[in-house]
């Protein structure tokens, strides 16, 4: 999670995302914002466009990377003031090729950018 700029109240969350089966990222939660969205970033006539991805898929050996200027977790409505090294709690909710929810609970650190 990188440290919010002075005065926002929204954060961005970076990670790799592997499966050993076929999933699908459904949503996620966070004890440190009112909600957690998944992002996708692209450059359009000039302009940063973010968009609300609302399923992403996982595919078995083949990593998802959530990173700047590409997909993303936004925390959106912080809860508290996120500093350099405080640790964020996110539950990621998945269903698998069956249908089956299956809920992951994280923890991220809060790092300045590299």
């Keep these: 999670v990188r440290p919010p700029a002075p005065g926002a109240e929204v954060a961005a969350a970076y990670m790799t995302l592997e499966a050993t089966e076929p999933a699908t990222l459904r949503s996620a939660t966070s004890t440190a914002a009112k909600t957690v969205e998944v992002h996708s970033m692209s450059m359009k006539n000039g302009i940063m466009e973010m968009r609300e991805v609302k399923a992403l898929e996982l595919t078995p050996g083949t990593p998802v990377k959530l990173e ?25 909710y998945f269903t698998d090729h069956k249908g089956a929810r299956i809920a992951k609970k994280i923890t991220i650190p809060v790092k300045p950018a590299p």
Aim: hydrophobic share 40%; no cysteine; glycine share 8%.
């Design 68 to 92: 700047p200027g590409n997909l993303h977790l936004m925390l959106i409505d912080l809860k508290r003031k996120l500093r350099e090294g405080d640790r964020v709690k996110v539950t990621l």
